[in-house]
């Protein structure tokens, strides 16, 4: 196989890595918008903060003397999910749920200050510098000749794989067959009706924003265990890109914000591999602006009906 | 009071599962080893605190909503007679104190002014159109830098250099306001981040323009009709200040007057701004923000409305950037990070969204307060954020809220 096929590969490979990332968190994003509208900016601070916890687990297990690679990672994913799920909760009790009804500015600057207040708790508590990771899951495949280029598939880049299908398995599932999924629907349907049969609507939207939580838990362990590397600043940044990625595919629409992330996660490995590296995220933001301007509802999302 | 003390348990359980991961364990790394340490202080504290102030809920809210937060000014009808006396004496008092003052005092009070002159910007697209401008910064930057770069490239002047840098603000402001303005409002907040994001990246990697990471330096103070404030004339046959009044030279001379001409744009801003929210324009955007479906069917166009307000309050950037260009002799793309725009809006939030003698008075005090508590420098965000949330619960107008402009009909 001619090398630049090979060089492409490895960009398709690296680009849904990082896009499998950006479509977790995007989920987040898009499901709490569908549901009450608004864009919960403290999400990509909820991420970065389960990053930390995810590498906090996973050091203590190793203190611990655990070191079964399979039971570590899952014991990381569930104490991770849970704390995660714990802050999406409190967030959406402390700063969002007092607002309820108020003018759309007013939770928005409210999210805006919890954001900036989780990215300075986390960098006060644990500092403002990188922490590392030694990597828990190394190497990987091999393709190609062993003259040329050699297109490299890491063990890691599988799970991350793996995880982002099976946590979007058990999301559809949820929302298409629990009774609290059916709520859920209902609820981004048309929340005052919801709210009139009798839904209590301000439980779905804290177990919206809990979803959400809990996927960029997911996100937050995987990311921790990919690049090993990870600081109280890394949540601003992947909270625009993953909202990119919700807009692209539609604001509102689940499978969208999957697909956005990882047309995102693609274009932006691409960027890197043939353009430069530094220019990476105006890329990313001005296909943000391309979108909207040309296609405002997204790939997958419905054209939004304004109401008197 | 045993339903009170099960709800202050549940809350302070569940901030023990939130404190302890992040607050109570500490990450060592030495060498190639990472550990991890227990700090359990921090966790008690928090979860004392949160024990606390759940059970008290219900006596503390009570407390807060009896307060009645003072409202410095008199009612309108009787201020209106007083109005200009009071303007007079605020306006010589802000330019005779910087003579009394300490140097360093004067330095702050400028820094001070230059938030004020954003806070009022940000405030007609956040206050009076209502239009959340998250990357305020970004015009801001592209007024410093217009300024540094057209001195560095072209030698203009300091007094050239300001309209060209509220226009070029203005400009940039019209160009992304364009295509954003026609969606609904949230989007606005999202791109207008990504495009303060782009224009800091930008800067930061188009080194043969704008010198990359290591800023552009040696930017020219601004002159008094022609005088210098220099110990020696920088310009071929230039004359300085204190040659031309026979004075001595005196460093505190060039605080002092960039002091003074940071008071006269402000002066300058408000007085525009005032004329602006009194014309049908500024009526619209107000009625815009109130209502968007109601004023459309009143025929207002509202993609031309917003974008005014959106160019107007860029330009108003673009022009406090120039200055503080001017100011600090010396910009790189560090002074216009996401933390600048966060802390402009904070400022608008606080003083009350379209009340203009809220945001002065929040911006002098969101800028001298962090100077006077240097040793809580470190919580100065922290402590920005959770107002930003407490204010948004409590307070949304603002702790000074703007009155609105109203005529009742004679009954």
């Known amino acids: 196989m001619p090398d630049e096929f090979l060089h492409f590969s490895q960009q398709v490979i690296n680009g849904l890595t990082l896009g499998s990332i950006y479509a977790l968190i995007a989920i987040g994003y898009t499901m709490v918008y569908g549901i009450i509208g608004m864009i919960n900016f403290a999400h990509g601070e909820i991420y970065m903060i389960s990053a930390y916890v995810g590498l906090?687990?996973?050091?203590?297990?190793?203190?611990l003397g655990v070191h079964m690679i399979p039971i570590v990672l899952l014991l990381t994913l569930a104490a991770t999910i849970l704390i995660t799920s714990a802050y999406g909760w409190t967030v959406e009790r402390v700063a969002y749920r007092p607002l309820r009804g108020s003018p759309r500015l007013v939770p928005l600057i409210s999210a805006i200050g919890m954001s900036i207040f989780l990215q300075n708790y986390v960098q006060l508590s644990q500092g403002a510098r990188n922490v590392a990771l030694q990597p828990l899951i190394s190497g990987g495949w091999r393709f190609g000749d062993s003259a040329g280029f050699q297109v490299y598939l890491s063990y890691m880049q599988v799970i991350i794989g793996v995880a982002t299908v099976v946590a979007m398995v058990v999301l559809t599932l949820f929302i298409s067959r629990s009774r609290m999924g059916r709520a859920c629907r209902a609820c981004s349907e048309d929340r005052p009706m919801a709210n009139l049969l009798g839904i209590d609507t301000d439980r779905v939207i804290a177990l919206t924003l809990v979803n959400g939580a809990a996927l960029a838990a997911v996100a937050g362990v995987l990311v921790s265990l990919y690049y090993g590397l990870i600081n109280p600043f890394l949540g601003f940044i992947a909270g625009i890109k993953a909202f990119t990625a919700a807009v692209l595919g539609g604001i509102g629409s689940i499978p969208g914000a999957v697909l956005g992330g990882l047309i995102l996660g693609i274009t932006e490995s691409f960027t890197s591999a043939y353009l430069s590296t530094e220019y990476k995220d105006v890329v990313a933001f001005g296909l943000l602006v391309l979108i909207l301007l040309f296609r405002p509802t997204g790939l997958l999302g419905k054209p939004d009906v304004e109401k008197v | 009071m045993a339903t009170r003390l099960k709800e202050a348990g549940i809350a302070a359980a569940l901030m023990l599962v939130l404190a302890v991961p992040i607050l109570g364990i500490n990450i060592v790394i030495d060498g190639?080893?990472?550990?991890?340490?227990?700090?359990?202080?921090?966790?008690?504290?928090?979860?004392?605190?949160?024990?606390?102030?759940r059970l008290f809920h219900g006596p503390i809210a009570m407390a807060l909503g009896r307060v009645k937060v003072p409202t410095l000014l008199p009612t309108?009808?009787?201020?209106?007679?007083?109005?200009?006396?009071?303007?007079?004496?605020l306006i010589a008092?802000?330019?005779i104190w910087p003579f009394t003052a300490s140097r360093g005092a004067v330095d702050i009070a400028t820094l001070a002014l230059i938030y004020v002159m954003l806070g009022l910007g940000l405030n007609i697209v956040v206050g009076f159109a209502g239009l959340l401008d998250l990357g305020y910064v970004a015009f801001y930057a592209v007024g410093a830098y217009s300024y540094a770069l057209l001195t560095e490239y072209f030698g203009l002047s300091f007094w050239t250099c300001l309209p060209i840098s509220a226009a070029m603000a203005g400009l940039f402001g019209c160009v992304l306001g364009f295509p954003v303005l026609r969606l609904r409002g949230d989007y606005l907040a999202i791109v207008t981040l990504g495009f303060g994001e782009i224009i800091r990246l930008v800067l930061n990697n188009w080194d043969s323009l704008t010198n990359g990471p290591n800023g552009i330096g040696d930017i020219p103070k601004p002159t008094l009709f022609g005088l210098e404030f220099s110990r020696q004339p920088e310009m071929e046959g230039g004359t300085t200040f204190h040659e031309f009044f026979g004075l001595d030279y005196s460093g505190g001379d060039k605080v002092v007057f960039l002091y003074l001409l940071a008071t006269v744009l402000v002066i300058f801003t408000l007085y525009i701004i005032n004329r602006l929210i009194r014309m049908p324009v500024g009526r619209a955007w107000e009625a815009l923000r109130e209502d968007e479906i109601a004023a459309r069917s009143l025929g207002l166009n509202p993609t031309t409305i917003k974008l005014s307000a959106f160019t107007i309050g860029?330009?108003?950037?673009?022009?406090a950037g120039c200055f503080f260009a001017a100011r600090q002799g010396f910009i790189d793309p560090k002074s216009f990070e996401f933390i600048e725009s966060a802390i402009v809006l904070a400022i608008v939030v606080l003083g009350g969204m379209g009340s203009q003698v809220g945001v002065i008075l929040a911006a002098i005090a969101l800028t001298v307060l962090p100077e006077v508590a240097r040793q809580f420098e470190d919580y100065r965000m922290l402590i920005f954020g959770l107002v930003m949330v407490l204010m948004m619960i409590w307070r949304p107008q603002g702790l000074l809220p703007a009155r609105r402009l109203r005529q009742e009909l004679p009954t």
Not at chain 2, 32 to 46: D, R, W
Not at chain 2, 314 to 319: D, M, R, T, V, W
């Open chain 1, 56 to 63: 906090i687990m996973v050091t203590l297990l190793g203190m």
């Open chain 2, 32 to 53: 190639p080893s990472t550990h991890l340490e227990g700090e359990p202080l921090p966790v008690v504290i928090a979860v004392f605190a949160v024990f606390l102030v």
């Open chain 2, 76 to 89: 309108p009808e009787r201020m209106e007679s007083y109005r200009p006396a009071i303007l007079t004496v």
């Open chain 2, 93 to 95: 008092v802000a330019l």
């Open chain 2, 314 to 319: 860029a330009s108003f950037a673009g022009f």
